[in-house]
């Protein structure tokens, strides 16, 4: 089938790109010395999380125990869940999943160490756990001054079995320049091959050390201590990742295809896709909705929730018609398959296959 | 059950208040002497509507073919489409649509109307549209300028029946104070009744005037000459609206149940609902995520994909601790609900019945 008789708008994703992109990490990851656990939050589809996992992925990270569900349900085994997991109804549900699969959890909070433990002695079993650091995102995570005591914290709660440390350098999205965004990256990862170490001084076992960013995934993960990788956006790629310089428009696997609605002035063209089909994600300093590699000639500078609102740029105008069909590629890839239950997959202009986003909406 | 039952994060829509905002919209438009055809973007929830319908909406409002697809299977049978329905995909859909509900549609350029005509020619049938006119918004519609020579250019089609004209006068979101957003919306509608005014008088029918805004409804609707209301969000209502002086807090008929995760510094609180579960859409000055009633020290600041952050106001702490449950009402409750599979209606504390939102992620 060609992608012209597809309903519009619709995600389509190129796996000549995306399967480039997975050798890419894989190879970068493999020269680190690390290994790869992607964030599958990016994509939340079962047949992608595979197809990274037979690229050389050892496992996988989610973000919430309902994402982790589902992809343990398509046979996805081994499952870091990223994220304090407080509660007692997602307890219950993590305990449950973790009779099944081999999964680690993070915390970061006494209380909710103490919530866990309490909740898997009741059951008579045990969960691995890895302790979220704070490198300077400003999230979750304790400060790095604080986790040597909070570990030995840990040691008392049997039924938790420490396994490492985790961060998310989410501030090399904030403002700077290339060098320093990737600094800010090397200096997490640092900072978080130091701890390792002060807490095997100690006495405490620490066998993982784990970073995760896409934009600056190759500085942090090359400091050596760092034993894992968990980039998410960086398997599809957007325009956000193009703005922080991490990849190219010819690295975005992942694309809208979209219909021109109306032309109500020569400057102003309206397709059928806006906040519900893009969402209004913004990361970084691109307050862009998405690109259209085809026209250059125009900015996606404002949605309604059904509406894109594409403008010419100065002096320009657009022989765009109502009818016509142009490719989007999203600000923010996450958020935007998030909106959808299923994408295409496409090789060049052929549809190739349609796979089920089965965890979008998880948020459980 | 109790909504202390539910798993977090989870929308709960509060019936009594939404009864109430049902009421106070259904009189205000019997009293302005319109007619009540609420917009189901809003909600997606063919329950929902049908509440309206019950309580005396003409009809319901869509903006996408497939939203509409999901409301006339539900039973919902009066349905326009308030959106230039451009594409060789959309019209088949929507010609199928039209055959077993009474359906309408919005048109707003000449290429758009003569696809639409072609199509339904084609097919031996005939669709009603309305002219789309721009009275402000600069997104879509002809300017009023244009609007009596497109009418006479819609006569020359013989598969379309024009019925009237809408607006959508969205400039009332933008930066100002109430009255000059309320003066836009009431020459929103003197623009539109002046417009009718003049088909007439140019021989043409012009049986619909209709606009809708919610946050300016009442200015807009109370024009002499305008037939028909359309808002969407004041049947739920949320914090941009309370924002932009539409409402109260005590207006606001859905809210979000969340449970704290992490209580990373003194300062700041992290819950288990970010931009999957909120939205990052901000459609007025309002640049908060959400609002938390019960905890005005607190400001929803920002918003990771999975994680909300919330920080104290200058000189405050919280005392909130990992594993309690806040309630927080959405920024933008027409993207928010697009993000989820389904809701409980409470009254009070009891959750009283489950909805599912059907129309949930309808783009085409």
Redesign the interface.
Known sequence: MHID??????PLLDLDIMERNLERIVSLCREAGVAYRPHV?THKTPELARAQVLAGATGITC??V?EAEVMARAGLRDIFIA????????LE?LERLARESTISVGV??A??AK?LNEYFQSRRRQISVLLEV?TGH?????LPGNALEFVRFLGNLPALRFRGIYTHE?HVYADGELWERLDRARCAGETMAQLAGALRAAGLPCAVVSVGASPSQHAACAIPGVTENRPGTNALNDATQVHLGACGWEDCALSYLC???????AE?V?I??G???F????LSGWKEFGFLPEHPELRFVAA????G?LKTTAGNGSNL???E?IRVIPSHV??SL????RLYTVRGDRVVGEWRIAA??C??
Chains 1, 2 share one sequence.
């Open positions: 008789e597809l309903p519009t708008p619709v939050k973000a919430k309902s994220y304090p997991t407080a509660g007692r109804r997602r549900r970061d909070s209380q909710g919530d704070d400003h999230r979750c995570g304790v989410g219909t021109v609605v109306s032309r109500p002035a102003r309206i059928d896709g906040s519900k089909t969402t209004s994600d913004h309604s929730e059904e509406h609102i018609q109502v009818g069909r996450c958020g998030n909106l959808h239950d979008r909406g948020v459980e």
